[in-house]
Nanobody, 122 residues
Framework: QVQLVESGGGLVQAGGSLILSCAAS????????MGWFRQASGKEREFVAA????????YYADSVKGRFTISRDNAKNTVYLQMNSLKPEDTAVYYC???????????????WGQGTQVTVSS
């Protein structure tokens, strides 16, 4: 089992920045790929970014490419999502996930956090 706890969400104005953190505990963090997903009200959960255990493979959704950066600190069992130039359409609950490989498919991730709300005002 892996337990994931997100933090860092909040209210920010358009154009602003936030950094989300996801702390993992339980089984060996380093062996898992880590991802960020988001779910806006009334919409399906969607892929945002993912990073392999080695950091060699990093992927972003087109909607966030160039604005968001995913990173991980294996010594701290933590994955981060730096979000810059935020837009109102980035408003959503952001979820951290752990899985065996990097994929955009939500069904392929094994563990999920509870989520953290990000609200971007115009």
């Amino acid at each position: 089992q892996v337990q994931l706890v997100e933090s860092g969400g909040g209210l920010v104005q358009a154009g602003g920045s936030l950094i989300l953190s996801c702390a993992a505990s339980g089984r060996t963090f380093i062996s898992y790929a880590m991802g960020w997903f988001r779910q806006a009200s009334g919409k399906e959960r969607e892929f945002v970014a993912a990073i392999s255990w080695s950091r060699n493979n990093i992927y972003y959704a087109d909607s966030v490419k160039g604005r968001f950066t995913i990173s991980r600190d294996n010594a701290k069992n933590t994955v981060y999502l730096q979000m810059n130039s935020l837009k109102p359409e980035d408003t959503a609950v952001y979820y951290c996930a752990a899985g065996s490989g990097v994929t955009i498919a939500t069904t392929r991730w094994d563990y999920w956090g509870q989520g953290t709300q990000v609200t971007v005002s115009s």
